[in-house]
């Protein structure tokens, strides 16, 4: 298995550009969670999803929006990119498809994004 | 604020020494904890969890102990080695809130040779 896969690793963009971070996962995990984390800090919650066609906002979701079409893609979606965006962006995933509790998620690479 | 915090920013150990990082966290309905070690330039990698109902938890070097009267969460490394060195985070789950996990800071483990 990969475990859970981003594209792409880095980005430079332009304010009020706008762009799709995206997030696979093949371990067959119905949660999915998309965290920002910037510089010495912990991660903070942009999205998460429960399962396909389900998402709900976490701690930080202004500017951001997420789509789950499918259990295995949660793509994260900067329409009007902002200076404040500038971060390094982890998606994750946990649990079973089919299995009501999960516990350890898993971590992507990220994806290390600038706006000028 | 944050629920979930460090101690410590920085800890410096020698190698082959143990290592103990620590963690508060201020909520009495998390059920679930885990820590996390993130080298530099990586996503975060899970090392060991522990259930609100156990007080220890060992893996393979590791151990994790919780004090629920305190709400304080260690993480013990035995025989640090200059692969420990990265920034480790511990996470909360709090019941019912949607497996959504709250992460402190971290601690930079800085390993001397």
């Known amino acids: 298995n990969a475990g859970v896969t981003q594209t792409p690793k880095f980005r430079i963009l332009k304010i009020g550009q706008s762009m799709t971070l995206q997030c696979t996962q093949d371990m067959n995990h119905n949660y999915m969670y998309w965290y920002r984390q910037d510089p010495g800090m912990g991660l903070k919650l942009i999205y998460y999803?429960?399962?396909?066609?389900?998402?709900d906002k976490g701690e930080v979701p202004n500017g951001y929006n997420v789509s789950r079409s499918t259990t295995e893609d949660f793509p994260l979606r900067l329409e009007l990119a902002a200076p404040s965006q500038t971060s390094v962006y982890f998606c994750a995933s946990g649990g079973l498809a089919g299995v009501g509790s999960t516990d350890t998620q898993y971590f992507g690479p990220g994806t290390r994004l600038t706006v000028l | 604020g944050e629920s979930v915090g460090l101690h410590l920013p920085t800890l410096s150990v020698q190698e082959g020494d143990n290592s103990i990082i620590n963690c508060a966290y201020s909520n009495s309905a998390s059920d679930y904890f885990i820590w996390y070690k993130q080298e530099s330039g990586k996503g975060p990698q899970f090392i060991i969890d522990i259930r609100s109902n156990m007080d220890k938890r060992q893996g393979q070097r590791v151990t994790v102990l919780l004090n629920k009267t305190v709400k304080h969460l260690s993480l013990q490394i035995a025989a640090t080695q200059p692969g420990d060195s990265a920034v480790y985070f511990c996470?909360?789950?709090?019941?019912?809130?949607?497996?959504?996990?709250?992460f402190g800071t971290g601690t930079q483990l800085k390993v001397e040779l």
């Open positions: 999803s429960v399962g396909a066609g389900i998402t």
């Open positions: 996470a909360e789950r709090i019941t019912g809130g949607g497996n959504k996990l709250t």
